[in-house]
């Protein structure tokens, strides 16, 4: 079974960077859409970047120009840049294989497809 494990969170201050890691057990990067979601308190959780197989991209209005996803398939990892943090990005972060692979749509057309992992709390403080 697949396993998920998101690291990199922490405490930053507004405008500051963290960069979010996500390694998985099995070859799953490099043939699955990969996506990461977000879950502040008492939120749903939300996906804010998808990368699809082609490597193309998109992201939440709220994060775009700020947040940068891209994967490492050798490493079967997949990484979260996040820059010019807010307040508003305090949340527990996870990854997840998503569908649809190939194409990139509207975000809420994705489904993820894996068990969900710990995530990695993120801290924005002002």
């Known amino acids: 079974q697949v396993q998920l494990e998101e690291s990199g969170g922490g405490l930053a201050q507004v405008g500051g960077s963290l960069r979010l890691s996500c390694a998985a057990t099995?070859?799953?990067?490099?043939?699955?859409?990969m996506g990461w979601y977000r879950q502040a308190p008492g939120n749903q959780r939300e996906l804010v970047a998808v990368m699809s197989t082609a490597g193309k991209t998109n992201y939440r209005d709220s994060v775009k120009g700020r947040f940068t996803i891209s994967r490492d398939n050798a490493k079967n990892t997949v990484y979260l840049q996040m820059n010019s943090l807010k307040p508003e990005d305090t949340a527990v972060y996870y990854c997840?294989?998503?569908?649809?692979?190939?194409?990139?749509?509207?975000?809420?057309?994705?489904?993820?497809?894996?068990?969900w992992g710990q995530g990695t709390l993120v801290t924005v403080s002002s």
């Open positions: 997840n294989a998503v569908t649809p692979r190939s194409i990139i749509a509207p975000l809420e057309v994705y489904r993820s497809l894996e068990r």
């Open positions: 099995e070859n799953i990067i490099s043939i699955n859409a």
